[in-house]
C-alpha cells in the first residue's frame, strides 16, 4: 500500500465537529449524534476510546491512530482502511513525534501504526516516550525501510511488530487486528530478522548497524555520555580524558555520521538505544 506523500504538519483526528457521538452515532456537523448516541455542545472534544478487550470481535472496531510525516499517505491510509472494513476505525493521526505523543495520550487507541523515520525522533522516539505510561496500547511499526537494523531498533523499543508499506489494505487489516489480539506480525522476509537478534539462535549472524559499526568504543562511550546531557567537562572526567580529547571525538562522530550538532546526535543515539 505505497503512497507518496508530502512533509505536511498532521492534526490529530476527532469524530464529529462541537460534539461527541455516541455510542452506535457519528456525529455530524454541529454535534448531530447518530441513534444511541448523546450531542455535545460547545466545541466539546473528543475523550478517549475505552473499547473492549483487544482482539474480541464483540467489542467492535479496533481503534487506530496513524503517525506518519506525509499527510498524503496518512489521508489515503485512513480513507483505505475504513472503506475496506468495519473491524477498523482510525480515531487520530499526527506527523510528528510531539503531535504523536500528544495525540495518542488523549485517544488512547487500541494499535499505533507507526513511522520508523520522522524529522524530529522517528518511531523509536514515540515508543521511547509512551511505552512506560501507556502498557495497553500496542504500536506496529509501518515503513518503507526493510532495513535489518530498523526493524531491531523499533522492536527493541517496544513495537509488536513490523510491516513494509508494500503490504496490500486488507493485509494490513488483518495485521491490525492480529497486534490487537497479542500476536506479533512481522512482513516475511523481516520476521528473521528479530529471530537472529532475539532467539540467539546458533550461527545466527549478529545484526549490523553500518552507521553505528563505523564508531570506536571511545566514540561510543563519548556519544553515550552526550546523549544522557553530559557536558564535554562532565564527560572528560568521567572518562579520565581531556576536554580537548572529548571535542575531538565528538568532531569525529558528527563527521562520521553525518550530522550537524549535540540534538541530533542525541537523537541518534536513542534511536539506536546507546542511552
Do not use: C
Not at 4 to 26: P, V
Amino acid at each position: 500500500m505505497t503512497t507518496d506523500g508530502t512533509d505536511d504538519t498532521a492534526r490529530t483526528s476527532t469524530d464529529g465537529t462541537d460534539g461527541t457521538a455516541g455510542t452506535g452515532g457519528t456525529a455530524g456537523t454541529g454535534g448531530t449524534a447518530g441513534t444511541g448516541g448523546t450531542a455535545g455542545t460547545g466545541g466539546d472534544t473528543a475523550q478517549p476510546e475505552q473499547s473492549g478487550q483487544p482482539g474480541d470481535p464483540s467489542a467492535g472496531p479496533v481503534t487506530v491512530f496513524l503517525v506518519d510525516d506525509h499527510a498524503l499517505f496518512r489521508a489515503g491510509a485512513k480513507a483505505e482502511l475504513q472503506s475496506i472494513s468495519d473491524e477498523i476505525r482510525v480515531v487520530g493521526e499526527a506527523g510528528s513525534v510531539g503531535e504523536a505523543v500528544a495525540g495518542i495520550t488523549r485517544m488512547r487507541p487500541q494499535v499505533v501504526l507507526l513511522d520508523v523515520h520522522m524529522p524530529d525522533g522517528g518511531g523509536a522516539e514515540v515508543l521511547r516516550r509512551l511505552r512506560g505510561e501507556l502498557p495497553d496500547v500496542v504500536f506496529l511499526a509501518l515503513s518503507v525501510s526493510d532495513a535489518a537494523e530498523d526493524v531491531i531498533a523499533v522492536i527493541r523499543a517496544g513495537a509488536r511488530g513490523y510491516v513494509t508499506k508494500t503490504i496490500s489494505s486488507a493485509e494490513l487489516v488483518k495485521a491490525i487486528v492480529r497486534v490487537s489480539g497479542g500476536d506479533a506480525v512481522f512482513s516475511p522476509r523481516l520476521a528473521g530478522f528479530v529471530l537472529d537478534a532475539f532467539a540467539e539462535r546458533p550461527g545466527a549472524e549478529p545484526i549490523s548497524d553500518p552507521e553505528l559499526d563505523q564508531l570506536t568504543p571511545r566514540e561510543r562511550d563519548v556519544l553515550r555520555l552526550l546523549a544522557r546531557g553530559y557536558a564535554y567537562k562532565e564527560i572528560a572526567s568521567e572518562l579520565f580524558i581531556s576536554v580537548k580529547t572529548v571535542e575531538t571525538h565528538v568532531s569525529s562522530v558528527l563527521r562520521k555520521t553525518q550530522l550537524s550538532n549535540r540534538y541530533e546526535l542525541s537523537r541518534w543515539a536513542t534511536d539506536r538505544r546507546l542511552v
